[in-house]
């Protein structure tokens, strides 16, 4: 199948990386807020069911969120939260609920229970919250309270997920004398942690971060109109089947000054032979089928939910591509270079796994049936091969509700046969 020869315009969801960050702060604001284009999907609504439960006023109208605000942190009562399968909003909401006077029990389903929480849940014990594992350490579910006595600095390991010090980050304007984050290794997914200091600037916290310090001064949100970006993320899609298939789309309302640092997507697609321009619709790429893909070596530490995306454009380039940085994605929904890897290898592909990444090189590709391991970003990856390579199946498909519950229908009105 082919792209259609002109334009076309996409559509993506709103992010769900800002709009949680944008709910969180909203739900503590001292006034009202409306947040729009706010992010369809599992976890955004898992963050939506979970902030009213703790008795935030909620209402939606479309893909506009009215939030009232003022959550009560004196309420004394235990409550329970499900996170369901949102990695972003458990670790959110158990830094959020460490405010409270009252126990909050934060769990998820079974493929949450096993994911990695411990770096998080020791830094907020070091700030002085209580944290109480009801089975594991370090995962859920989790009872959390606050402390009579909150400490102003934590250092936090930054090398696992970024998710834990943007929690911290959050909620620190509401400790007595704000906070002051070390982060101690290497740092992965910066960007988003800039992200959560545009969020909540937007919210009027005072708050900065250079190098591995982080500081956010006491205080509280302002209710405010906040427009969720579209999503970069989900914008690799649409992106990567222009680099596979040729043709030419617009990501509608995106552009090179996200907040989000997976729009530098685009620059790796350009090294490996796409155009790319803005346009006052969007961020714009293009490639003629005849111009071929180059493999590329690049460290994708920074925009690391991109991976499975550049894996699958690389199956189409004419030499290898090395993607490095990135061995914390194994802790994903999916173990996502593992998963990714025994995947792509049933269709034929020449795939070798390394500690910190992999190597696509060019190889024949042939049908085969492939599972989702309940990831969808592997689903929304691995789409794209359909229209290039007879005979996948793509088992499973439903998980991308998770964040683009109509993504099927939008690639479909994206091909022409």
């Not at 609920?97 to 079974?110: E, F, K, N, Q, V």
């Not at 740092?187 to 959560?196: A, N």
């Not at 089947?241 to 989000?260: D, E, F, Y």
């Amino acid at each position: 199948m082919t792209t259609r020869g002109s334009s076309n315009l996409v559509s993506v969801p709103g992010s769900k990386s800002i709009a949680n960050r944008a709910l969180i702060c909203a739900a503590l604001a001292k006034s009202e807020s409306i947040v729009a284009n706010c992010a369809p999907g599992d976890d955004t609504e898992a963050m939506i069911d979970a902030l009213e439960i703790l008795g935030v006023g909620i209402v939606r109208n479309a893909d506009k969120i009215q939030i009232a605000g003022n959550l009560d942190l004196e309420a004394t009562h235990e409550l329970q939260l499900n996170a369901k399968l949102a990695g972003t909003t458990s670790r959110f909401l158990t830094a959020l609920c460490s405010l409270r006077a009252g126990t909050t029990t934060i769990d998820g389903d079974a493929a949450l229970r096993v994911r990695p929480m411990h770096d998080l849940h020791k830094a907020l014990r070091d700030l002085g919250a209580r944290v109480t594992p009801a089975d594991n350490d370090g995962y859920l579910p989790v009872r959390v309270s606050r402390s009579m006595q909150w400490q102003a600095k934590v250092a936090v390991s930054a090398s696992m997920s970024s998710q834990f010090t943007s929690g911290l980050m959050m909620i620190a304007p509401y400790l007595p004398s704000g906070l002051e984050i070390t982060l101690s290794e290497e740092v992965v997914s910066r960007g988003y942690i800039e992200m959560t200091v545009g969020v909540m600037r937007a919210f009027g916290a005072n708050t900065d971060f250079s190098g591995n310090q982080i500081w956010v001064s006491p205080g509280e949100y302002q209710g405010t109109s906040f427009t969720v970006e579209p999503d970069a993320s989900s914008a690799s899609y649409p992106l990567g089947a222009v680099a596979i298939s040729g043709g030419s789309v617009i990501v509608k309302g995106l552009s090179r000054s996200s907040l989000q640092g997976d729009v530098e997507f685009v620059d790796l697609l350009a090294r490996m032979g796409c155009d790319v321009s803005e346009s006052p619709e969007g961020l714009m790429l293009s490639r003629q089928k005849e111009r071929p893909l180059r493999g590329l070596e690049v460290n994708m530490s920074q925009i690391s939910d991109c991976v499975p995306t550049l894996a699958v454009v690389a199956l189409f380039a004419e030499t290898p591509t090395r993607i490095s940085g990135v061995g914390f994605i194994r802790n994903k929904e999916s173990d996502r270079i593992g998963d990714l890897i025994g995947e792509l290898r049933k269709l034929g592909a020449n795939v070798s796994e390394t500690a910190d990444g992999m190597v696509i090189a060019p190889g024949a590709l042939h049908g085969a049936t492939l599972e989702t391991h309940h990831d969808h970003r592997l689903a929304m990856a691995f789409a794209l091969i359909q229209h290039e390579v007879d005979g996948v199946v793509v088992n499973n498909p439903e998980v991308v509700s998770k964040s683009w519950p109509n993504y099927f229908d939008v690639l479909h009105t994206f091909y022409i046969s």
